[in-house]
């Protein structure tokens, strides 16, 4: 219970925690099916979200999530685990198969809030936010106390661009629940509200406090702060600091959308839809937000953008025949 008490926290103090209560747990049960199932997912956290480039940890999470179906093949938690290990940049984000646990998951044990929160994770990635917001706002009546799913529910608001909605539901999480993303996402509707002098200090308070900046979002946000005000200079430094900071990091996709439409808004659009086809490549082909987004506005009439949204668009309508 410990363990899966600090593995809902998503920092690395939190995370070392889980693993280490969720370890001494099987010990002491080897049996226990349901534990594993927890581990298997608590390591895929480590090596999403702060440790990339250490293999030993996918191969951790693909051992425990295994050891807990051969268990108990049936075990809805053990599928959410699978599935959370599909969906990871060692697995190109698997969407359909990683759906494909989630639903099953769901099907055996309708109460689980997280296999909710994880499916709607992919529909908003994919595109698909009505979706994404049914199945957050559900895991949340579920579990009030899951506040990834709140994230969630403002994430997909603001890819839908209601952006002073998705802010009130943030301001609602504590942000130590997932520094990074909570925080950047806290900054990238302040900018989109306008609210540009709000977003860079937000920025500033983030990188004083977490100056790793796992994944390059805060720079990445950086870079678009900076191209929205017309210095190239500052914009290309930031975007080489998020590069060279966040890639291999799970969330890297959302700091390759960032540099995208950084380049976009000084009217580079190789260079804009070059970092747009890594994003989507890398588990974000949302083609709904693309096609919707005011900052890429500077691409519309560029035929390699218009390339690249006609082959995203049919992507998309493939995914939509999962529903």
């Given at each position: ?6 593995s ?15 370890q ?6 080897p ?29 951790k ?9 051969t268990?108990?093949p ?59 917001l ?14 990834l ?31 990074s ?18 977003a ?6 983030l ?40 890639k ?7 700091t ?37 987004d ?15 949204m ?9 995914y939509?025949?999962?529903?």
């Open positions: 219970m410990r363990g899966r008490f600090h809902q926290h998503q920092t690395q103090i939190e995370n070392e925690t889980a693993i280490a209560d969720l001494h747990a099987v010990a002491i049960d049996s226990f099916a349901s534990a594993y199932a927890d581990l298997a997912q608590t390591y895929v956290w480590r090596f999403f979200l702060f440790a990339p480039e250490r293999k030993q940890w996918e191969e999470a693909y051992v425990a999530a295994e050891r807990a179906l268990l108990d049936d075990l809805a938690v053990a599928h959410v685990a699978r599935g959370r290990l599909l969906w990871t940049p060692a697995n190109h984000f698997a969407h359909a198969n990683a759906i494909r646990e989630y639903r099953w998951a769901l099907d055996s044990d309708p109460t689980l809030d997280e296999a909710r929160n994880q499916l709607a994770l992919i529909y908003c990635h994919l595109g698909f936010f009505d979706q994404a049914q199945e957050a706002k559900q895991a949340v009546l579920t579990n009030p106390h899951n506040k799913a709140a994230y969630r529910i403002a994430q997909t608001l603001a890819f839908r661009g209601e952006y002073q909605e998705s802010l009130a539901v943030l301001r609602g999480i504590p942000e130590q629940v997932q520094p993303l909570v925080g950047y996402q806290t900054a990238w509707v302040l900018f989109n509200l306008g609210k540009k002098d709000e860079a200090a937000k920025i500033v308070e990188l004083t406090h977490y100056p790793k900046d796992s994944g390059g979002l805060f720079n990445s946000v950086q870079a678009v702060l900076a191209a929205s005000a017309a210095d190239e200079r500052k914009m290309h430094a930031k975007i080489k600091l998020a590069i060279e900071k966040g291999g990091f799970g969330h890297f996709h959302h390759a959308y960032h540099i995208a439409t950084a380049f976009a808004l000084i009217h580079k659009p190789e260079e804009a839809t070059k970092w747009l086809e890594a994003a989507a490549d890398d588990g974000f082909p949302c083609y709904p937000l693309f096609a919707a005011h900052n890429l506005d500077n691409l519309r009439q560029d035929a390699a953008f218009i390339e690249f006609e082959k995203l668009k049919h992507q998309w309508a493939g939509k025949s999962l529903f």
